[in-house]
């Protein structure tokens, strides 16, 4: 009886960790780290290394069998989304239509949306036939650790999306998504566009 009430313990942990819907980000102490010059209050560390260094590899694995190495620093001039995400997430399935949405009403001139899948294994392999019904036109790509550690601090609830402006500074991170979660999204990413380069 102990054994069982200690599986269900160990499950009912589980089930708690995963996909939760849309919450406010956590703050861990009322002294903000700062991140490129934005006060961040759920980081547990400064980067390991530059932001601007930071990875992910791509999915398109067509041009290069070991993927496609991107960093921060390759999109400079355009404003990028990262998104964190996966396919068991209710709130992700929400938002991706929307990230489309800005990929083409921005173009790829100005802006570059990439999705991070942060599934792990057992995920990976029902992301092909979540691309196909969701039509997903946008870059899919795996993020390095350093990269997660990053944007998530201590929140591990997803989707989070982080917006970096045109010179690759960290302006926005916004965990879940709901009506509200979007127009803070669109705000920051048309600001995002619109300022003027230094």
Known sequence: ??????????????AASACRPAAEPVKISERPISVNGMPMTNQPMPPAKP????????????????????????FQGKVVILD??????????????HLK????????ENLEVVGLHVGGEEDRPKVPEFVEK???DYTLATPEEELTRFIFGNETAIPQTAIF?????LVKKIVGF?????KELDTAVEQAVNAKTE
Do not use: H
């Open 1 to 14: 009886m102990k054994r069982f009430y200690f599986l269900l313990f160990i499950f009912s942990l589980f």
């Open 51 to 74: 932001v601007a260094e930071m990875n992910w590899i791509g999915f398109d694995e067509s041009a290069n069998p070991n993927g496609n190495v991107y960093k921060l620093k390759d």
């Open 84 to 97: 964190f995400w996966a396919t068991y997430c209710p709130p992700c399935l929400e938002e991706i239509p």
């Open 101 to 108: 949405e800005l990929q083409k009403k921005y173009g790829k």
């Open 134 to 136: 969701l039509k997903i």
């Open 165 to 169: 402006d045109r010179q690759g500074k």
């Open 178 to 182: 709901d009506p509200e979660i979007q």
